[in-house]
Nanobody, 117 residues
Framework: QVHLVETGGGLVQSGGSLTLSCAAS????????MGWYRQAPGQQRELVAT????????FYQDSVKGRFTIPRDSAQDTVLLQMNRLKPEDTAIYYC??????????WGRGTQVTVSS
């Protein structure tokens, strides 16, 4: 079992920055990938960014490339999402996810990010 808790969401003006944090607990040894999804009102949940804990490789959705970063020096039980130059279209609930070798995917409850224009 893996438990994920997101923090760091809030209200920010367009062009501002926020850093989301996801703390993982439980069977940390089983996690090989962590990342972030988001879901805006009336839209499907979409992948934002991931980091492979084994290789260190990262993936970013095109719309956030160059603005969002998952720092590579995060602790093993934490994944951050540094968000810069935020836009109103980044407004969504952001969910942390962890993919494990043998138990599938786990999700946090989400944290709201609102970007005002």
């Amino acid at each position: 079992q893996v438990h994920l808790v997101e923090t760091g969401g809030g209200l920010v003006q367009s062009g501002g920055s926020l850093t989301l944090s996801c703390a993982a607990s439980g069977s940390l040894f089983s996690i090989y990938k962590m990342g972030w999804y988001r879901q805006a009102p009336g839209q499907q949940r979409e992948l934002v960014a991931t980091v492979n804990r084994q290789t260190g490789s990262t993936f970013y959705q095109d719309s956030v490339k160059g603005r969002f970063t998952i720092p590579r020096d995060s602790a093993q039980d934490t994944v951050l999402l540094q968000m810069n130059r935020l836009k109103p279209e980044d407004t969504a609930i952001y969910y942390c996810t962890a993919r494990t070798w043998d138990e599938g995917d786990y999700w946090g409850r989400g944290t709201q990010v609102t970007v005002s224009s």
